[in-house]
Structures are given as structure tokens and as C-alpha cells.
């Protein structure tokens, strides 16, 4: 938003009237999106030269200068002087901006016909394939936004600034009136996409951000597919779009920044307009989006939830207010963490070393009031997960059994991290994970050895488990027995 209403407050400063001119608006947008890149190109350069300055001082024993640069009260000054001196330079030696933007619109316009070919490969495969296969993604929205941006983008620079003395070639002329209604076909889809998203689930504050991006990419799609094909001069009806856009994007930007329609507002409202309406069931209710992501707006409405007159419905409302219920996907039911969770012992196909079984009792209990970690624990029946696995083995030389537990989906692919579970006075709690490559652990063959109680060692090689809990002491540290192949990896390094 910043870097659009400059470049409509500075164009039309210099002409002197509210809306300036398409080329002023062309020049400076373009100029101070070059400027920008070669700015941060400078100054990742700029530090790029210090590190190499380090490593070098560093081989001669020479620590001290590393040191200072990284401090922060050091690298932040320096960081912004480099920024500005790479902007001053671009300010003072215009004719460098104006030879790089030339260079860079015509890199970027060649490589218009490119992605219309691809666009048009997957508009064309979508019929066969089907929307289905599109949203079962997950980020579908996602992706085609952001190929709205890149032909905004590309249309832009093959048009440049719609001189009517400038004309196309036949390759980008056609590429740029495709790509418009490639651009739409895109926007609708993205349209169609959080639409059905919001229709089952509701609002939150990323949905209404992804509508209006959703919004400001249909209207560009029908302007450009409007000035793609209206008589006379090519693509002229681009200027008065692309300057209608800025001045809509801008005031859209303030709305959402401001309560007028402050996504969490407006997530807020749709959740408890939805609970009223019988759309959603208490139990689905999304009450960690009121408790957590909508800020003041959602601690307001679950206020007056507690204070109505279903007690039922007020229960749940206090509880989200203490933050000891939570939510995880919106088609799953509420977890209420005073139930300590159990984990589903009829989800284990593996479970080692044979003949062992899960511990009873096992279960998930808070740590620290933090709602958040338990709104996907492992192993438990919410219709994503078919197989868990575990293993128990004595991680920590205390002669009691960890639980390590691994689930899997229906593509075969493990679900999340690989978690360790150790039995504390208060219950079991998760307090490691690591998300590498843990088959291993299930073969067999997994012991512990003398090394930090995180490490297993396997018929693969050795796996690294990262402590999350602040409840256990990390113990001191051990060597591991050498091995051939470790003195081997030591001689080397």
C-alpha cells in the first residue's frame, strides 16, 4: 500500500492535479521497483564482502571482527547505510535505473510467451483431471493467485507504457491478449476455490485477505480481457484500469488496516453469525479462531457467548476464554485438554519390541497452558490417519521406558514429527521430536546407546531427537563409543 500511494501522491505532485498522467505513473512505478531490487542486490552484496572478510581474518585467528559485525547494534547501522547509499546512487544516476528498467521489462516480456504456454497446458488439462484433483492440493487458492500476479506482471512489462507508436510483434501481441484471459480463468477459479472454503468453514482473517486478493484479481482480469480486444489502439484501455486499480487497491489496503473491515472483525462476525444460524454445531465451532485470531473482536464475542443463555454453549465459551479447549481441523470435534487426550491404541500396527504394549494411560497432558500444542497430538481418530507406530525404549539410562510414536496416512507418508512421550509425576507429555528419516526406529534393530538420552542409534545410522519441553534437564553431554567410520569422518573434517 505504501509503495503504491507514493507513486500516485509523487506522480501527481509533479504534474500538479489528483491524477497524473499514465506515462509520469509508468516512469516513476517502474523506476522506484528497479531501484528497490538493485538496492537490496547492493546490500546482500555489501554483506556478502563482510562475510568473506571474516572467514578470511578468521583462518589467521583474527575473531573480533566477526564478532563486531554480527552484533546487532553493529550490523543494523550498517545494514541501513548500505540500503541508503545503494538508493542515493540510484537517485543521482538516473540513466543507470533508466538502462536497467529497459533491460529488466525485456527480459520479463519474453517470458510472457512462456507462461501463457504453461497456463494454457493446465487450463486446457483441467477438464480432464477435474477441480477435485485442484483442491484437494490444499493451497490451490494459493498457487493461482499467485499466477495472477506473475501475469500482471508480464502483461505489464510486455505493454510497457501503451505507446500507440509502439507496435507488438505478432508472438507477444497474442501472448498478452491470451494471458488476459488466462488471468481471468485464473481469478475465477481462485474465486471458486475460497468461496467453497468459506461456504463450509466460515471466515478467518487469511480468508479475507485471500477474497480481496481474489477480488482485485478478477477486476484486473476484466479489465485486461476488456482492452485486449477493444478496437483501436493496442491495449490502450490498460492505462486508465492499471491507474483505477492503484487508487481501488489503495483504499481496499486502508479498510482492511483499519475496523472498517478489519479481517478479524469480519472473522468474528461470520463465526458467530454462522453458530446462530444453525450452520455450525457448538461442537464444531471453531473456538480457537475466536480465542486466539481474532483479537479483541473474537474475545468479545466469546463474552458474550458465556454470559447467554445456553449453558451449554457458555461452558465452551468460558473454557476457550481460559484456554483450556481447542480445535484442529474445522471438520473435527473439540478436544478438551482437562480429558488428558488418550492416544488411540487401536490405531498401532507396530508396536516394539514384539509382544510390548502401550504403556496404560498413555496421554497427552498440557504443558504451560498452551493450548496450541494439542490441537494435532498424534494418534488419534480424525479420519486423516490409518497407522500409527511405537517404540518403546529407556532414552534417558533411568531404567524406564520413552514411548516413541510415529503416524502414518493413507498415502503411506508419515504424518508430522516423530514424537518421543515421557512419563512425568503430573502424566505423559511430549518432550522431543525430529521430523528426519525415522524408518529405522521400526525395524528392529533400534538400541540406545551411551551418547545424550535424544540419540537412538539404527541399522541406518544414528537419529537426533530435538528437545521441546522445558520440563526435562538436557543431561550432560557423553561421547559416543568411536567407530571406523566416525574417526574416519573426524580425520576428514
Same mark, same amino acid.
Not at 91 to 110: P, Q
Not at 177 to 189: D, E, P, T
Not at 362 to 385: H, I, K, M, N, Y
Not at 420 to 444: I, K
Given at each position: ?9 509523487t506522480g501527481?505532485?509533479q504534474v500538479?492535479?489528483?491524477v ?5 505513473y ?9 531501484q528497490?531490487?538493485?538496492?537490496l ?11 568473506i ?9 583474527f ?5 563486531l559485525v554480527?552484533?546487532?547494534y553493529?550490523?543494523?547501522?550498517l545494514t541501513?547505510?548500505a540500503?541508503?547509499v545503494a538508493?542515493?546512487l540510484?537517485?543521482v ?11 529488466l521489462?525485456?527480459v520479463?516480456?519474453?517470458?510472457l510467451?512462456v507462461?501463457?504456454a504453461?497456463?494454457g497446458?493446465?487450463?486446457?488439462s ?6 477435485d484433483a485442484?483442491w484437494?492440493?490444499g493451497n490451490a487458492?494459493g498457487g493461482l493467485l499467485?499466477g ?7 502483461i505489464n512489462a ?5 505507446d500507440s507508436?509502439?507496435?507488438?510483434g505478432v ?8 494471458a ?7 481469478a475465477?477459479?481462485?474465486a471458486?476455490?475460497i468461496?467453497?472454503?468459506?461456504g463450509q468453514?466460515?471466515l ?17 482480469g476484466?479489465g ?6 477493444m478496437?483501436?489502439?493496442?491495449m490502450?484501455l490498460?492505462k486508465?484500469?492499471n491507474?483505477g486499480? =492503484?487508487?481501488? *487497491?489503495?483504499? #481496499? @489496503?486502508? $479498510?482492511v488496516? !483499519? %475496523?472498517?473491515a ?6 468474528s ?9 444453525g450452520?455450525v ?10 480465542a486466539?485470531?481474532?483479537?479483541g473482536?473474537?474475545?468479545v464475542?466469546l463474552e458474550?457467548?458465556a454470559n ?8 465452551l465459551?468460558?473454557? =476457550?476464554l481460559? *484456554?483450556?479447549? #481447542? @480445535?484442529? $481441523?474445522?471438520d !473435527? %470435534?473439540?478436544?478438551?485438554?482437562s ?5 488411540n ?11 510390548a ?14 493450548a ?7 494418534c488419534?481418530p480424525?479420519g ?5 507406530k ?7 539410562g ?12 493413507a498415502d503411506?507418508?508419515r504424518?508430522?514429527p ?17 521430523y ?12 540406545a546407546?551411551?551418547a545424550?538420552?535424544?540419540h ?5 545410522g ?6 521441546v519441553?522445558?520440563l526435562?534437564?538436557e543431561p ?11 574417526k574416519n ?5
Amino acid at each position: 500500500m505504501v509503495f503504491i500511494a507514493n507513486e500516485l501522491v509523487t506522480g501527481g505532485d509533479q504534474v500538479g492535479k489528483p491524477v497524473a498522467p499514465y506515462d509520469v505513473y509508468y516512469d516513476e512505478a517502474w523506476k522506484r521497483g528497479v531501484q528497490l531490487g538493485l538496492a537490496l542486490l547492493f546490500t546482500g552484496l555489501f554483506w556478502a564482502i563482510i562475510a568473506i572478510g571474516v572467514l578470511l581474518l578468521a583462518a589467521i585467528g583474527f575473531d573480533w571482527f566477526g564478532d563486531l559485525v554480527t552484533n546487532e547494534y553493529v550490523a543494523a547501522p550498517l545494514t541501513g547505510i548500505a540500503f541508503a547509499v545503494a538508493v542515493h546512487l540510484g537517485d543521482v544516476r538516473s540513466d543507470l535505473l533508466a538502462t536497467a528498467r529497459n533491460i529488466l521489462l525485456g527480459v520479463l516480456a519474453w517470458l510472457l510467451p512462456v507462461i501463457t504456454a504453461v497456463a494454457g497446458l493446465f487450463v486446457v488439462s483441467l477438464p480432464v483431471a477435474g477441480l477435485d484433483a485442484l483442491w484437494e492440493t490444499g493451497n490451490a487458492t494459493g498457487g493461482l493467485l499467485w499466477g495472477c500476479v506473475f501475469f500482471v506482471l508480464l502483461i505489464n512489462a510486455a505493454v510497457q507504457n501503451a505507446d500507440s507508436e509502439r507496435k507488438p510483434g505478432v508472438v507477444l501481441g497474442w501472448s498478452a491478449r491470451i494471458a488476459s484471459v488466462l488471468l481471468l480463468v485464473f481469478a475465477g477459479l481462485a474465486a471458486s476455490g475460497i468461496l467453497l472454503r468459506v461456504g463450509q468453514y466460515g471466515l478467518t482473517p487469511e480468508r479475507v485477505i485471500a477474497l480481496l486478493g481474489v477480488l482485485i484479481a478478477v477486476l484486473y482480469g476484466l479489465g485486461y480481457v476488456a482492452a485486449s480486444f477493444m478496437p483501436g489502439s493496442w491495449m490502450a484501455l490498460l492505462k486508465p484500469v492499471n491507474i483505477g486499480m =492503484a487508487f481501488f *487497491g489503495v483504499v #481496499s @489496503f486502508i $479498510a482492511v488496516l !483499519s %475496523p472498517i473491515a478489519a479481517p478479524a472483525r469480519l472473522a468474528s462476525d461470520n463465526q458467530m453469525a454462522r453458530l446462530a444460524s444453525g450452520q455450525v454445531d457448538i461442537k464444531s465451532m471453531d473456538w480457537r479462531l475466536l480465542a486466539g485470531q481474532t483479537g479483541g473482536y473474537g474475545k468479545v464475542a466469546l463474552e458474550k457467548l458465556a454470559n447467554g443463555d445456553d449453558p451449554e454453549i457458555a461452558d465452551l465459551a468460558r473454557k =476457550a476464554l481460559a *484456554g483450556s479447549i #481447542s @480445535f484442529g $481441523a474445522p471438520d !473435527s %470435534p473439540v478436544v478438551d485438554l482437562s480429558a488428558k487426550p488418550i492416544l488411540n491404541a487401536g490405531l498401532f500396527t507396530t508396536i516394539l519390541p514384539e509382544g510390548a504394549g502401550l504403556p496404560d494411560g498413555l496421554a497427552v497432558t498440557p504443558r504451560s497452558g498452551r493450548a496450541e500444542l494439542f490441537t494435532d497430538f498424534p494418534c488419534q481418530p480424525d479420519g486423516r490417519r490409518v497407522a500409527c507406530k511405537a517404540l518403546l525404549l529407556d532414552l534417558q539410562g533411568d531404567a524406564r521406558q520413552e514411548v516413541v510414536v510415529a503416524e502414518y496416512g493413507a498415502d503411506g507418508g508419515r504424518n508430522g514429527p516423530v514424537s518421543v512421550f515421557v512419563e512425568l509425576p503430573t502424566g505423559w507429555t511430549v518432550a522431543a521430536e525430529t521430523y528426519n528419516e525415522a524408518e529405522g526406529l521400526f525395524s528392529g534393530s533400534a538400541t540406545a546407546v551411551p551418547a545424550p538420552w535424544k540419540h537412538v542409534q539404527t541399522g541406518e545410522g544414528r537419529i537426533s531427537f530435538d528437545p521441546v519441553s522445558p520440563l526435562l534437564p538436557e543431561p550432560e553431554t557423553q561421547p559416543a563409543p568411536a567407530t571406523e567410520a566416525s574417526k574416519n569422518e573426524a580425520g576428514a573434517n
